[in-house]
């Protein structure tokens, strides 16, 4: 994981999700692909996509299960998962909240 971006333009609008329980921003490379940082409350999510998203947990956890599993998978700091394009995915986030890098992968 890195610990930062250079050469990048950060879009200043907040994305808001679910009353604000989760926020985040996009950061945009010179390359054209883009990845946001948030950050997500304690409480439980459903997210849908459209590109296959690589999330990497920057701080605290979740436990999340992707489209069609039964099971759920615990990842905490410096963990990683990956979400499959035009999928849904449902999230717990612990209390205390998660800090998270979504990459949009090609």
């Known amino acids: 994981m890195s610990e930062s971006f250079k ?3 950060i879009i ?3 994305n808001v999700y679910f009353g604000g ?4 921003r996009t950061v ?3 390359d054209g692909s883009k990845k946001t940082l948030g950050y997500m409350q304690a ?4 997210f849908g996509t ?9 701080g605290g956890s979740m436990d999340v299960r992707l489209d069609g599993a039964d ?3 615990h990842y905490a700091e410096g963990s990683s ?3 499959p394009a035009n999928s849904t995915f449902s999230l717990k986030v612990a209390a205390g909240g998660a800090d998270y890098c979504c990459t949009y992968l090609a």
């Open 7 to 9: 050469n990048v333009t």
């Open 71 to 73: 099971a759920w998978n």
């Open 43 to 46: 409480g439980d999510y459903e």
């Open 81 to 83: 998962f990956e979400v």
């Open 50 to 58: 459209e590109a296959a998203e690589l999330m990497e947990i920057l």
């Open 28 to 30: 945009q490379f010179a």
């Open 12 to 14: 200043k609008k907040a």
């Open 21 to 24: 329980q989760v926020t985040s």
